[in-house]
């Protein structure tokens, strides 16, 4: 079955770094869009950045310049380097795969939390 497994979250202070990582198996991992989203306490769930199976990224405005998303399809994985991090960051973030081509086909991982201290 499919299975999207997040690590990397932590408590961290404001300016801070961390990097999550999420693993994949059970799909064809190349031709999937991957994305990472977050979930802060009391808010909607936002698309925090997402990568093609070309490697072009996108982010949300408020974390340009700051995060990071990458791919290895030889590993499956797919990573979130978050530097210079801020207390507006703390939420549980999510390892998002969409096949984009077929409806319903796209997966979600369980979260990881992610807090940071003023």
């Known amino acids: 079955q499919v299975q999207l497994v997040e690590s990397g979250g932590g408590l961290m202070q404001a300016g801070g770094s961390l990097r999550l990582s999420c693993a994949a198996s059970?799909?064809?991992?190349?031709?999937?869009?991957m994305a990472w989203y977050r979930q802060a306490p009391g808010k909607q769930r936002e698309l925090v950045a997402d990568?093609?199976?070309?490697?072009?990224?996108n982010y949300l405005d408020s974390v340009k310049g700051r995060f990071t998303i990458s791919r290895d399809n030889a590993k499956n994985t797919v990573t979130l380097q978050m530097n210079s991090l801020k207390p507006e960051d703390t939420a549980v973030y999510y390892c998002?795969?969409?096949?984009?081509?077929?409806?319903?086909?796209?997966?979600w991982g369980k979260g990881t939390l992610v807090t940071v201290s003023p």
């Open positions: 998002y795969a969409d096949r984009r081509d077929i409806v319903d086909m796209d997966y």
């Open positions: 059970g799909i064809r991992f190349s031709i999937y869009v």
């Open positions: 990568i093609t199976r070309g490697g072009q990224s």
